[in-house]
């Protein structure tokens, strides 16, 4: 079999790594192929690295707005895991293909093809359901080969069903197509407790035109439910309910929400956590809220936002702090020069050339098709 044991699980949004700069992330994925690919031409080579490797390397293409690169290694990808297919044995690392073709997803919505990538989506949620089999590359997947794969890799299947819902959720709110956001999320409520607990929020923020009450009161009753950095996820998403109910208890309850998580601005925080913290400033902004603990709250969020690496958290902050009048400008101003310097050193093509020329080599070193 060419499924190994031991490989990692299907990781979750709150698992995952969080993005770095673009330079320390092709210098970091330059560092990893230099000391594996040696690795790479030998019996024991590792698939699972390799297709993370490649993964990365689009992405990183992808947040530079190098599309057409992105785009050319995730067909790439697809082609290499066609390529161990046996149609002898039917073994094949099936699950190397699904990243890939998630972000090929992503890339047909960037590109303003919205039918197209909910169709991708929607095919392999299909598949993941056992309705329907699905082409993949030269390789017609059965239906039948969900179950299989799900004894091979135990959450296979929910990864499948969280993974399509949120990001057509996400394609369709971004597009403004809240008809059909309305119909999708009404289809939800038994899948809802599956779901991860950012992607729950994330869903319940999307019942904005499908029942704000329903929605604030599934957000309520969580708050009571979680614990820790999930109680705060929902406390959060319930404050931005009752802002768009219009609520004149909204000011209350976000005070309430700052002094029960002041303490929390201390230490080591993950950029998943400073985004939270930073829609909670956010809150009390759009609120009018003004007081000595809002100032204090700011500061120190601030500094956590200065000392984070996350590019997408300090675009974030930079666009929060830019508003406000309460905190130190030439901080402001230190947090909106380190955003310049990242966005400005990824126009670089050299580090984007330099990473494609890996992933070339990479493909070369499993002696693997990729067409020039």
Same mark, same amino acid.
């Given at each position: 079999?060419?499924?190994?044991?031991?490989?990692?699980?299907?990781?979750?949004?709150?698992?995952?790594?969080?993005?770095?700069?673009? *330079?320390?992330?092709?210098?970091?994925?330059?560092?990893?192929?230099?000391?594996?690919?040696?690795?790479?031409?030998?019996?024991?080579?590792?698939?699972?690295?390799?297709?993370?490797?490649?993964?990365?390397?689009?992405?990183?293409?992808?947040?530079?707005?190098?599309?057409?690169?992105?785009?050319?290694?995730?067909?790439?990808?697809?082609?290499?895991?066609?390529?161990?297919? /046996?149609?002898?044995?039917?073994?094949?690392?099936?699950?190397?293909?699904?990243?890939?073709?998630?972000?090929?997803?992503?890339?047909?919505? /960037?590109?303003?093809?919205?039918?197209?990538?909910?169709?991708?989506?929607?095919?392999?949620?299909?598949?993941?359901?056992?309705?329907?089999?699905?082409?993949?590359?030269?390789?017609?997947?059965? /239906?039948?080969?969900?179950?299989?794969?799900?004894?091979?890799?135990?959450?296979?299947?929910?990864?499948?069903? +969280?993974?399509?819902?949120?990001?057509?959720?996400?394609?369709?709110?971004?597009?403004?197509?809240?008809?059909?956001?309305?119909?999708?999320?009404?289809?939800?409520?038994?899948?809802?407790?599956?779901?991860?607990?950012?992607?729950?929020?994330? $869903?319940?923020?999307?019942?904005?035109?499908?029942? *704000?009450?329903?929605?604030?009161?599934?957000? *309520?009753?969580?708050? +009571?439910?979680?614990?820790?950095?999930?109680?705060? $996820?929902?406390?959060?998403?319930?404050?931005?309910?009752?802002?768009?109910?219009?609520?004149?208890?909204?000011?209350?309850?976000?005070?309430?929400?700052?002094?029960?998580?002041?303490?929390?601005?201390?230490?080591?925080?993950?950029?998943?956590?400073?985004?939270?913290?930073?829609?909670?400033?956010?809150?009390?902004?759009?609120?009018?809220?003004?007081?000595?603990?809002?100032?204090?709250?700011?500061?120190?969020?601030? +500094?956590?936002?200065? +000392?984070?690496?996350?590019?997408?958290?300090?675009?974030?902050?930079?666009?929060?702090?830019?508003?406000?009048?309460? $905190?130190?400008?030439?901080?402001?101003?230190?947090?909106?020069?380190?955003?310049?310097?990242?966005?400005?050193?990824?126009?670089?093509?050299?580090?984007?050339?330099?990473?494609?020329?890996?992933?070339?080599?990479? $493909?070369?070193?499993?002696?693997?098709?990729?067409?020039?």
């Amino acid at each position: 079999m060419i499924f190994a044991e031991g490989e990692k699980r299907f990781l979750t949004p709150c698992d995952r790594p969080t993005f770095l700069p673009f *330079i320390d992330e092709a210098q970091k994925l330059s560092e990893f192929y230099d000391c594996k690919a040696s690795l790479f031409d030998r019996s024991d080579r590792s698939l699972e690295e390799i297709f993370w490797f490649l993964n990365r390397v689009a992405l990183v293409c992808h947040r530079a707005s190098e599309t057409r690169l992105a785009r050319r290694l995730c067909c790439q990808e697809l082609k290499l895991s066609s390529s161990l297919y /046996s149609a002898t044995t039917r073994d094949w690392p099936l699950k190397l293909s699904l990243q890939p073709w998630i972000n090929l997803a992503r890339l047909d919505f /960037s590109a303003g093809h919205l039918d197209t990538a909910v169709f991708r989506l929607r095919k392999l949620q299909w598949w993941s359901e056992g309705i329907c089999s699905f082409k993949l590359g030269r390789i017609e997947v059965p /239906s039948e080969w969900i179950d299989r794969m799900e004894q091979i890799e135990p959450g296979l299947r929910a990864f499948l069903e +969280n993974a399509t819902t949120v990001e057509m959720l996400w394609f369709l709110a971004k597009s403004n197509r809240w008809d059909r956001v309305v119909s999708l999320v009404e289809l939800l409520p038994e899948k809802l407790s599956k779901l991860s607990v950012a992607q729950e929020a994330y $869903v319940l923020g999307l019942t904005e035109t499908a029942g *704000i009450q329903r929605g604030l009161n599934r957000a *309520i009753k969580k708050v +009571n439910e979680e614990t820790g950095w999930g109680r705060l $996820v929902f406390a959060v998403r319930t404050a931005q309910l009752l802002q768009k109910k219009a609520d004149p208890s909204t000011g209350i309850y976000v005070l309430g929400l700052i002094e029960a998580v002041f303490e929390t601005l201390h230490g080591s925080l993950s950029a998943e956590q400073v985004k939270i913290l930073l829609q909670v400033a956010r809150l009390a902004l759009e609120t009018k809220l003004s007081s000595e603990l809002i100032e204090r709250f700011n500061v120190e969020l601030l +500094n956590l936002c200065l +000392n984070t690496k996350d590019v997408l958290v300090v675009a974030e902050a930079r666009e929060f702090f830019l508003r406000c009048t309460d $905190v130190d400008k030439s901080a402001v101003n230190k947090l909106c020069e380190g955003w310049r310097a990242n966005t400005e050193a990824v126009g670089s093509n050299i580090v984007l050339e330099q990473l494609l020329h890996r992933a070339r080599e990479c $493909v070369n070193l499993v002696k693997l098709p990729l067409d020039s």
